[in-house]
């Protein structure tokens, strides 16, 4: 049997195949509202055969968004129009599942179509924040350190996003803690150097998303699955590294954390990533190997045979497809054929098997 066509049960859900649709932005949104886009987008990954659906990186606030045009689920209002989503996407036996964020200083940005730069306040921007008052890149604006209290009510948004995503029936939480996102920034000793219980060593820097997933376990069941996605590496020396990805994924581990998505990069910029084939996989067995903990592999996947390979290998639990899928929704219906492997199709779509 094909590997990745394996079923994969966590807790009470159990996803098909080892496919999962890797969450990408697609700077659609209005106040943060899901629309026909969303709809379309992720349904036809339903369609097209993926186990798992995980939306977009939705922001926990207004301030968190990365542009204008995020998705949102900062408000109860956003919760009907997700539900019409997830909904669809399980009546085509998938399972769905929502990327929680926070932009931090990355935050404030026109869509990339439009150039993606900052947006200034004057402009309809706004004031962003971060671990410490280090631009992400020079010449930006200085984002505000977070007090202790603001680092609080981060943690309460998190925890209120996760209890609208139970009610909007999402099965799946992962929690993004990668790309240089505000929770990198706090891992990160390069966009870290407060001074107080969240700077400095690596018990204070991992703490901000220690209170996120002991937050949002306190509304998000026993039962359902939590991701959480990190960048591994930053690759560059003295920053956030495997080894330190390896101690948080033990920690996250005893916290009740399922699988650690292993990601790399997005914190700080100018630095050489080695983008071939597969490059991020490493990681990720690593991770699985040191930390024993469920994994997925995400980057410059492109292949049936590639994915399989990854799980045959056991660097991986789940793989994760983004430009892939962008490119072809129904890559896993076309996988499996490549593989020699016997899935069901849409009864809709069966003549064309």
Known sequence: MAKLFEPLQIKSVTLKNRIAVSPMCEYSSEDGFANDWHLVHLGSRAIGGAGLIVMEATAISPEGRITPADMGIWKDDHITNLQRITTFIHQHDAVAGIQLAHAGRKASNNVPWQGGKEIAISEGGWKVLSASAIPFHEGADLPIELTTDGIKKVTGDFKAAAQRAL???????????????????????????????????????????????????????????????????????????????????????????????????????????????????????????????????????????????????????????????????????????????????????????
Do not use: M
């Open 167 to 353: 009610t909007a029936g999402f099965k799946v939480i992962e929690i993004h803690a990668a790309h240089g996102y505000l929770i990198n920034q706090f891992l990160s000793p390069f966009s870290n150097q407060r001074t107080d219980e969240y700077g400095g060593i690596f018990e204070n820097r991992v703490r901000l998303l220690v209170e996120v997933v002991t937050a949002i376990k306190t509304v998000w069941p026993d039962n359902l699955p939590l991701f959480v996605r990190i960048s591994a590496t930053e690759w560059k020396e003295g920053g956030w590294d495997i080894q330190q990805s390896v101690q948080l994924s033990k920690l996250l581990k005893d916290l009740g954390v399922d699988l650690i998505d292993c990601s790399s990069g997005g914190n700080i910029g100018n630095v050489k990533i080695p983008l071939v084939a597969g490059y991020q996989v490493p990681l990720s067995a690593q991770v699985k190997k040191e930390a024993t903990i469920l994994t997925g592999a995400v980057g410059l996947i492109t292949t049936a045979q590639q994915a399989e390979s990854i799980l045959q290998n056991e660097q991986a639990d789940i793989i994760f497809l983004a430009r892939e899928l962008l490119r072809n929704p129904y890559f896993p219906l076309q996988a499996a054929r490549s593989l020699n492997f016997d899935i069901k199709w849409p009864v809709q779509y069966e003549r064309a098997k």
